[in-house]
């Protein structure tokens, strides 16, 4: 299993993104992971459902400092196996081109997050298991992307 803050590095190599987007990023990473790897998660860190969407607390501390510029990529190499990087791009393939505000509203109409969020109150989590009750009826992938 994979720390979110490495799976955050591979994503802000992959792609130009903001801390917004990454989170959102990594929520589909997770579910991605989950869906095709029979529950088992990419990283372990808990994603809370906050007012803008799905957020890794940790990695949203982390990058909070740049605002919404684009995150600059960390010139060390990434500590991801194979499977996870396989499942970080497949959530790329089918999310990277969407802007932060277009994913907000995609998560905001997701039982996940929509059963996590409650208006002023203090954030709570998203489970792993509602994410994978989701997303396994949810997300299709094409058998060459299962095999890759």
Not at 20 to 41: E, G, I, M
Not at 76 to 91: W, Y
Request: hydrophobic share 40%.
């Amino acid at each position: 299993m994979a720390a979110a803050g490495e799976v955050a590095k591979y994503i802000i190599k992959s792609l130009p993104v903001d801390n917004l987007k990454l989170q959102k990023l990594l929520y589909y990473s997770q579910a991605v992971h989950l869906t095709l790897n029979d529950r088992a998660p990419l990283f372990p860190e808990p994603i809370e459902a906050w007012d803008y969407g799905p957020v890794v607390p940790s990695v949203y501390h982390e990058y909070k400092s740049y605002g919404f510029d684009i995150l600059p990529p960390a010139d060390e190499p990434v500590n991801l196996g194979l499977n996870e990087i396989r499942a970080v791009d497949m959530a790329l393939a089918c999310f990277g081109e969407m802007s932060g505000p277009e994913l907000i509203n995609y998560t905001h109409g997701e039982p996940p997050w929509k059963d996590a969020y409650r208006p002023g109150r203090p954030s709570r989590v998203i489970t792993l298991d509602s994410m994978y009750r989701f997303f396994k009826d949810n997300l299709e992938f094409t058998e060459d992307e299962i095999k890759s």
